[in-house]
Nanobody, 122 residues
Framework: QVQLVESGGGLVQAGGSLRLSCLAS????????MDWYRQTPGKQRELVAG???????NYADSVKGRFTISRDNAKNTVYLQMNRLQPEDTAVYYC????????????????WGQGTQVTVSS
């Protein structure tokens, strides 16, 4: 199990930057993937960026070139650096950890943080 706490959200003008942090309650060294999602009212939660334990990253097309995900295993923290923010980036941002294992069959468990609000004004 792992508890996740996001921070770093806030209000920023279009074109500005924010860095979100996701602090885990235990070592993230062996956590297979850690992702950032976002959600706006009435819409499904969408994947923004992800990073594997090996450091491979993936991004939604809408944020490529503007957002960067990174992890600091020593600090049990995953970051999302968001640059050139646009009003359409306004959402609640969530951190997710996926832990996989094998017990007769492959399984995985997903753990979510409580979210942090990002608001971008035009």
């Amino acid at each position: 199990q792992v508890q996740l706490v996001e921070s770093g959200g806030g209000l920023v003008q279009a074109g500005g930057s924010l860095r979100l942090s996701c602090l885990a309650s235990r070592s993230i060294f062996s956590i297979n993937t850690m992702d950032w999602y976002r959600q706006t009212p009435g819409k499904q939660r969408e994947l923004v960026a992800g990073i594997t334990s090996g450091g491979s990253t993936n991004y939604a097309d809408s944020v490529k070139g503007r957002f960067t995900i990174s992890r600091d295993n020593a600090k049990n923290t995953v970051y999302l650096q968001m640059n050139r923010l646009q009003p359409e980036d306004t959402a609640v941002y969530y951190c997710k950890a996926r832990i996989t294992g094998y017990m007769g069959a492959d399984y995985y468990n997903d753990y979510w943080g409580q979210g942090t609000q990002v608001t971008v004004s035009s």
